[in-house]
């Protein structure tokens, strides 16, 4: 093919891409019959949100990324030790070739044949073997100073960010009266802490996302991406639209518990137990509130009963509605396991148990299974006299990581 020919292709791209943007940028998309993008042009001295704002998030995530740096090893580092952040010992596994790349190419979990079949291959009893692949586990799960820096700089930001959001929003008249939300849309005027506050809350869920191969991995681990790409896409759309005060209200009520777990995690960290514990409780009684309650009852009912007086419904509506539904089911979920951890608080119970966390599995785990398995050989099934199975209470230990 001849250049020209590979010219023309490129136009015709460029012509199809120029069409499929119109097409989704047109205004009955995502606006009300009768206002569309034209509404949203700087006049009379008022300044409204524009999509090629959204292009400082990239460089504010960057920022964030090489201040949590700085803040984890000085701020953080030194805060673990005043509040004397201790790691718990580990056993390291002996170096042997064939268990180590069985590990690190088939699996971290072998099955009872594949264990069998490494104990030929080794020369190791099929204890050694499970006990080995017990401690390397354990060699790579998080250290207790590396949860305690990352849950101390999400505690810093989001705490900041609450106070800030919050003094940006306490006197608007929105903050009191949420139908004020669309009192002029969509020609509502930018404020300066709008701006910032959009810019700095989406760099910061950005700066998450780019750190998230690093960062200690849960049991919700998708769960967490999917709630970070819908904020993402939720905040992004609503500066799009200039549904800009609802925007500043969902963030806020998303700010208002967050910090509140992250700081009863490092009090975790720091063996605090009772200090974990109450605030714990406060993080629950926070969290059902702002998102179980004044979420759904306040502001989702603002953004999807109350518009529909004033305006028919358009592509747009769904969509950002759409979006809050799929954080409100998120925020049912870790409800649930908010409950389930709250059990924790029944006597006997003192520390709190992340259920998001993959414990650390210990020597008299290790124990504990061979006593089962010895007992299941013997009797089937393990009883007390009558005829319940037994808890090992030694398993209700685990911790909020």
Same mark, same amino acid.
């Given at each position: 093919?001849?250049?020209?020919?590979?010219?023309?292709?490129?136009?015709? *791209?460029?012509?199809? @891409?120029?069409?499929? &943007?119109?097409?989704?940028?047109?205004?009955?998309?995502? #606006?009300?019959?009768?206002?569309?993008?034209?509404?949203?042009?700087?006049?009379?001295?008022?300044?409204?949100?524009?999509?090629?704002?959204?292009?400082?998030?990239?460089?504010?995530?960057?920022?964030?990324?090489?201040?949590?740096?700085?803040?984890?090893?000085?701020? /953080?580092?030194?805060?673990?030790?005043?509040?004397?952040?201790?790691?718990?010992?580990?056993?390291?596994?002996?170096?042997?070739?064939?268990?180590?790349?069985? =590990?690190? $190419?088939?699996?971290?979990?072998?099955?009872?044949?594949?264990?069998?079949? @490494?104990?030929?291959?080794?020369?190791?009893?099929?204890?050694?073997?499970?006990?080995? !692949?017990?401690?390397?586990?354990?060699?790579?799960?998080? &250290?207790?100073?590396?949860?305690?820096?990352?849950?101390?700089?999400?505690?810093? !930001?989001?705490?900041? /960010?609450? +106070?800030?959001?919050?003094?940006?929003?306490?006197?608007?008249?929105? #903050?009191?009266?949420?139908?004020? *939300?669309? $009192?002029?849309?969509?020609?509502?005027?930018?404020?300066?802490?709008?701006?910032?506050?959009? *810019?700095?809350?989406?760099? #910061?869920?950005?700066? %998450?996302?780019?750190?998230?191969?690093?960062?200690?991995?849960?049991?919700?681990?998708?769960?967490?991406?999917?709630?970070?790409?819908?904020?993402?896409?939720?905040?992004?759309?609503?500066?799009?639209? $200039?549904?800009?005060?609802?925007?500043?209200? +969902?963030?806020?009520?998303?700010?208002?518990?967050?910090?509140?777990?992250?700081?009863?995690?490092?009090?975790?960290?720091?063996?605090?137990?009772?200090?974990?514990?109450? +605030?714990? +409780?406060?993080?629950?009684?926070? #969290?059902? %509130?702002?998102? %179980?309650?004044?979420?759904? !009852?306040?502001?989702?009912?603002?953004?999807?009963?109350?518009?529909?007086?004033?305006?028919?419904?358009?592509?747009?509506?769904? !969509?950002?509605?759409?979006?809050?539904?799929?954080?409100?089911?998120?925020?049912? =979920?870790?409800?649930?396991?908010?409950?389930?951890? /709250?059990?924790?608080?029944?006597?006997?119970?003192?520390?709190?148990?992340?259920?998001?966390?993959?414990?650390?599995?210990?020597? &008299?785990?290790?124990?504990?299974?061979?006593?089962?398995?010895?007992?299941?050989?013997?009797?089937?099934?393990?009883?007390?006299?009558?005829?319940?199975?037994?808890?090992? $209470?030694?398993?209700?230990?685990?911790?909020?990581?």
């Amino acid at each position: 093919m001849d250049s020209s020919g590979e010219c023309q292709e490129v136009l015709q *791209m460029l012509t199809w @891409l120029r069409e499929l &943007s119109d097409w989704i940028w047109q205004d009955r998309l995502w #606006f009300p019959a009768g206002l569309g993008w034209a509404n949203l042009k700087d006049r009379d001295g008022q300044v409204f949100a524009k999509g090629r704002d959204l292009w400082v998030i990239f460089p504010i995530a960057v920022c964030f990324l090489i201040i949590r740096q700085i803040f984890e090893r000085t701020v /953080a580092v030194q805060l673990a030790s005043l509040l004397r952040v201790r790691e718990k010992p580990r056993v390291r596994a002996a170096p042997n070739t064939t268990l180590e790349s069985y =590990f690190c $190419n088939a699996s971290k979990f072998p099955s009872q044949s594949s264990v069998e079949e @490494l104990t030929k291959q080794s020369a190791c009893s099929v204890r050694q073997v499970q006990r080995w !692949f017990r401690r390397r586990r354990n060699q790579e799960r998080p &250290s207790q100073i590396k949860k305690f820096r990352e849950a101390c700089w999400r505690f810093t !930001f989001y705490l900041l /960010a609450f +106070i800030a959001g919050l003094g940006a929003l306490i006197d608007k008249p929105w #903050f009191y009266d949420m139908e004020e *939300m669309w $009192n002029g849309f969509p020609t509502l005027p930018l404020l300066p802490s709008q701006y910032w506050y959009y *810019m700095i809350e989406l760099g #910061f869920y950005i700066s %998450l996302l780019f750190s998230v191969a690093t960062d200690v991995k849960r049991k919700d681990f998708k769960e967490q991406i999917v709630h970070h790409v819908a904020t993402i896409l939720l905040i992004s759309f609503s500066w799009l639209v $200039n549904y800009i005060r609802a925007g500043t209200l +969902i963030m806020l009520v998303h700010d208002a518990s967050d910090y509140l777990l992250e700081s009863a995690k490092m009090f975790n960290y720091a063996g605090w137990r009772k200090t974990c514990n109450y +605030i714990f +409780i406060l993080f629950a009684a926070v #969290f059902i %509130l702002t998102r %179980l309650v004044i979420l759904p !009852f306040w502001i989702i009912h603002t953004t999807w009963v109350y518009p529909l007086t004033l305006y028919p419904p358009f592509f747009g509506f769904y !969509f950002f509605n759409g979006l809050l539904f799929v954080l409100q089911c998120l925020h049912i =979920f870790w409800a649930g396991l908010i409950l389930r951890m /709250a059990i924790k608080f029944l006597p006997g119970n003192d520390i709190v148990e992340d259920e998001r966390s993959d414990r650390e599995e210990t020597e &008299s785990d290790e124990e504990d299974d061979d006593h089962e398995k010895r007992e299941k050989t013997k009797n089937g099934f393990v009883q007390n006299g009558n005829g319940h199975t037994v808890l090992n $209470n030694n398993h209700h230990h685990s911790k909020m990581e």
